[in-house]
C-alpha cells in the first residue's frame, strides 16, 4: 500500500516506470478529447468543484484514464471527502501514477498524472481515511468508469 512517505519519495526522487507509454501530438489529444477533457488533462486545468459527473457516482467498476484507457482506481476504494472531486485512497498499481511536486498558487501540493500519458489528473493529499491515509483529488474529466459487466 502506497502511504504519504512514498508518495514524497516519487515526487522527490522519480517515479515507478509504467507498463507501457502513449505518447500522442497536441494535435492528436484534441481529435480524441472533448475541449473539456483537454483544457484539463493536457493543459492541467481543473472542474468546479461538485460539477463532475463522476463525484457522487457510487457504480461498481474501475476507472481509466480518459486518455489512454490506462487503469487508475477501483470503485471500492472511493469515498466522499466532501471536497467536491472524486477520492479515493490509492492507485489500482503503484505504477499507474506519476507523482510531481506541484508549488503553484502559493502552496505545495503533490500532482497526479497518468504514469502512462501524462494526463493531469489532479492532486494527492495525507488526510484521506485509514487504511493509506491518502486522498487522491480527481478530476471527472480526467477518468471513466469501465463498470463491472458481471455484478
Not at 29 to 55: D, V, Y
Not at 109 to 116: L, Q
Amino acid at each position: 500500500m502506497i502511504t504519504w512517505k512514498d508518495v514524497i519519495h516519487f515526487a522527490v526522487n522519480g517515479n515507478p516506470t509504467p507498463d507501457k507509454r502513449v505518447e500522442k501530438t497536441t494535435n492528436e489529444w484534441e481529435t480524441i478529447l472533448t475541449p473539456e477533457q483537454f483544457r484539463i488533462t493536457r493543459n492541467k486545468g481543473t472542474e468546479a468543484p461538485h460539477s463532475g459527473a463522476l463525484c457522487s457516482s457510487h457504480e461498481l467498476g474501475k476507472y481509466a484514464c480518459v486518455c489512454c484507457d490506462t487503469l487508475l482506481f477501483d470503485s471500492s476504494i472511493k469515498f466522499e471527502s466532501g471536497s467536491g472531486w472524486p477520492s479515493f485512497t490509492a492507485p489500482i498499481k503503484e505504477n499507474a501514477i506519476h507523482y510531481i511536486k506541484d508549488d503553484t498558487y502559493g502552496m505545495v501540493r503533490v500532482e497526479v498524472t497518468c504514469n502512462t500519458c501524462d494526463a493531469h489528473l489532479g492532486h494527492v493529499f495525507p488526510d484521506g481515511p485509514k487504511p493509506s491515509g491518502l486522498r487522491y483529488c480527481v478530476n471527472s474529466e480526467s477518468i471513466k468508469i469501465e463498470k463491472n459487466t458481471n455484478e
